[in-house]
């Protein structure tokens, strides 16, 4: 997939960072400037009903997948999710899924699994796991394999971010973690052939 840039459209645009208000068929959505699931993604408010149009921060179901490709940051994530909060909207409006019509709830919902998942990689880290795959088996060892690798861009950008708080164990190689990334597929795609190897 590739990112769609100035040159793809094939009309006139105005750039956007955020604070910017628009009409959209007469009403007026304010540009919140919203990165974490990617670097450059942006929130709309609808200021007359107070609904946030969240893009891919949240999503129907589950949580949502940070690009790592496309600038996904979990420090960001986490400051827009603090900043949507804020802004207490009446509604969300996700890109998939459906209306929320709890906004605290999910927002408050997806920072306590993130905190979680974080909290299950830096006990894994602290148990003497090294490599991404180490991290990966032990935090999704109930998971199917094959989510495994989508998994893994998630690790990378939640130990990133724990390396930024300077909560990783004073042992831990971060140079040694993200070389082992190079080896990470084919480990994933061994268990496959042998799934005795774990």
Known sequence: MRRIGKG?????????SGGEDILVGGQRLTVIFAPGHTDGHVALLDVSANSLIVGDHCVGQGSAALDITSG??????????FNFLKLSPHTLIPMHGRVNMWPKNLL????????SREASILKAIENGAETLFDIVANVYS??????????????KLRVDHLDQQKKLPEG????????????FESQVSALDTDPGKL
């Open 72 to 81: 996904g940051n979990m420090t960001e994530y986490f400051q827009t999710t």
């Open 172 to 183: 831990f190689s971060m140079e040694n973690f993200v070389d082992s990334f190079v080896e």
């Open 108 to 115: 408050c919902g997806y920072l306590k699994n993130r905190r």
């Open 8 to 16: 793809d459209w094939s009309l006139g645009y105005t750039s956007v």
């Open 142 to 155: 109930g998971v199917d394999h094959s989510f495994w690798i989508a998994a893994a861009s998630n690790v």
